[in-house]
């Protein structure tokens, strides 16, 4: 099946850094979504992308919709200890209800 | 609150014995599915169900069933569990299976397979 091409796998950063992960693909997707998942947790949605291109912001998480459909970027700004946690990105094609997920992201913040 | 609830949260048993997760969603969502998370290997989609009395299969359907004879509900089904379905299981809802509904998910169960 598809697959989404999730990086870094890990990240180790100092609070008040800014961090960027990306997800990117061969297909093309037509819906690109980012969640975050905390320890314990079910997965929640931080962003969703809709057309080639988009630019969306939520807070210090800023996430585009690439401009040939085929990959995603999430940057999250001035870092916070309650960043930790694992981001997935996920991506629908056209006409396919199916949802395929990224491996996810490992993000520890340094207090 | 809006939420998608299953249970049970964790749970230890053998293999062989007949296991069912229950998955409810009080949001009237249509579409409803199960994953299950790996390390390493991330979400994989088992089932899914785009309303009632309608179920596919995802990407690992392999030991497992479902059955959605209700909008709310959506149960996975292990008739006979081995220790590879050792794994966390996440059920997740939205709207429709259209591809501009993102899912909601529930909180996850751990199952342990002896």
């Known amino acids: 099946g598809q697959q989404l091409n999730q990086s870094p796998q890990s990240m180790f950063i100092q609070e008040g850094e800014d961090v960027s992960m990306n997800c990117t693909s061969s297909?093309?997707?037509?819906?690109w979504l980012w969640y975050k998942q905390d320890p314990g947790e079910g997965p929640v949605l931080l962003i969703a992308?809709?057309?080639?291109?988009e630019l969306t912001s939520n807070g210090r998480l800023t996430a585009q919709f690439g401009i040939t459909r085929k990959d995603s970027f999430l940057n999250i700004s001035a870092s916070i200890p309650s960043d930790v946690g694992i981001y997935f990105c996920?991506?629908?094609?056209?006409?396919?209800?199916?949802?395929?997920f990224g491996k996810g992201t490992k993000l520890t913040v340094n207090p | 609150e809006a939420q998608v609830t299953q249970n049970p949260r964790y749970l230890i048993t053998v293999t062989g014995k007949k296991l069912t997760v229950t998955c409810s969603q009080n949001?009237?969502?249509?579409?409803m599915s199960w994953y299950r998370q790996d390390p390493g290997l991330g979400l994989r989609q088992i089932y899914y169900?785009?309303?009632?009395?309608?179920?596919d299969k995802g990407d690992v359907p392999e030991g497992y069933k479902v059955s959605r004879k209700e909008k709310r509900n959506f149960p996975l089904i292990l008739e006979s569990p081995s220790p590879n379905q050792t794994s966390l299981y996440f059920c997740?809802?939205?709207?429709?299976?259209?591809?501009?509904?993102?899912?909601?998910f529930g909180d996850g169960t751990r199952l342990s397979i002896l």
């Open positions: 997740a809802s939205s709207f429709s299976g259209a591809n501009d509904q993102p899912q909601h």
């Open positions: 297909s093309i997707f037509n819906t």
């Open positions: 992308l809709y057309k080639a291109g």
């Open positions: 996920a991506a629908y094609q056209g006409g396919s209800e199916k949802l395929v």
């Open positions: 949001m009237n969502h249509e579409y």
């Open positions: 169900s785009m309303n009632v009395e309608v179920t």
